[in-house]
C-alpha cells in the first residue's frame, strides 16, 4: 500500500540558510500534519493542513511557513536556520481532519544544520 | 496544558515474556489515543483507541482505555526480539485542536534473545 512520501530524506544546511522538505500524503488523504522530533524526544505538533487551508497551529516559529497545494502535497520552508532546528521532521496524513482520524507517518527527513 | 506520560521510560526483557506499557494523559477535549511503535524511522501505527472498554487487538498486540481513568494500556504477549523499539501513545484533542497529536516520551522496549 502507499505511504506517505517525504524528501529529501536527509538534509545538511549551514547557520541562516533556508531549507524547504516536501511531503507526499497516502492517495486521498486530505489532511497533511507537520512534527518536529529533536534528539531523544517525543515528536512536537508544528502545523496542520485540512484542503489546502491551514486547520492547526502548533509551536511551529515564525522563521517557518507551510501550506499545503491543490494536489495536497505539503511544504514546510525553514528560513534563517540555527542549530536548534537540527531534528528530524514528520509528515503524517489522514483522510479528514480531527482526531477520530488515524493518522499515518512518513520516513521524516533529517535535517542537520551545521 | 495537555500532558501525555509513559511508563515505564524503558524496559528490558527477555523472548516469551509479556510486557505491559502504560499511558496517562490530561488533555481537554479528548478525542482519541493511539499507539504508534517506532523503530529509528517513521512511528508505526498500531491503535487508534476512542471508546472505553474496548479491547483492540492485533496479533500479539492488544490495547485497551479507560477514559474514566484517563489511561490506556498496551500489551505484547510472547515478545520476540522484533518488538524492540520506542512505543509512543499519542492523545488527539486540546482546545480546538483539529487533530494534533500530544505524544508521550516513549517507553523502549529491549526484548533479548
Known amino acids: 500500500a502507499a505511504g506517505v512520501i517525504q524528501s529529501p530524506r536527509h538534509l545538511i544546511k549551514e547557520k541562516r540558510e533556508t531549507a524547504t522538505l516536501k511531503c507526499y500524503p497516502i492517495?486521498?488523504?486530505?489532511?497533511v500534519y507537520w512534527y518536529q522530533q529533536g534528539p531523544g524526544q517525543d515528536p512536537q505538533f508544528l502545523i496542520s493542513f485540512y484542503e489546502k487551508m491551514q486547520s492547526d497551529k502548533g509551536s511551529i516559529p515564525d522563521r517557518f511557513s507551510a501550506q499545503q497545494f491543490s494536489d495536497y502535497h505539503s511544504e514546510l520552508n525553514m528560513s534563517s536556520l540555527e542549530l536548534g532546528d537540527s531534528a528530524l521532521y514528520f509528515c503524517a496524513s489522514s483522510l479528514g481532519q480531527g482526531n477520530s482520524y488515524e493518522q499515518y507517518f512518513g520516513p521524516g527527513t533529517r535535517l542537520t544544520v551545521t | 496544558e495537555d500532558k501525555v506520560v509513559q511508563s515505564p521510560l524503558s524496559l528490558v526483557v527477555h523472548e516469551g515474556d509479556t510486557v505491559t506499557l502504560n499511558c496517562s494523559y490530561e488533555v481537554t477535549n479528548f478525542r482519541s489515543l493511539l499507539w504508534y511503535k517506532q523503530e529509528k524511522k517513521a512511528p508505526t501505527f498500531l491503535f487508534m483507541l476512542t471508546s472505553s472498554g474496548i479491547e483492540k487487538k492485533s496479533g500479539r498486540l492488544s490495547s485497551i482505555l479507560d477514559k474514566k481513568e484517563l489511561f490506556s494500556i498496551l500489551n505484547i504477549t510472547a515478545t520476540q526480539t522484533g518488538d524492540s523499539a520506542v512505543y509512543l501513545c499519542a492523545v488527539g484533542g486540546g482546545g480546538t485542536s483539529y487533530g494534533k497529536l500530544t505524544f508521550g516520551q516513549g517507553t523502549i522496549l529491549t526484548v533479548h534473545p
Open positions: 492517495p486521498r488523504h486530505d489532511t
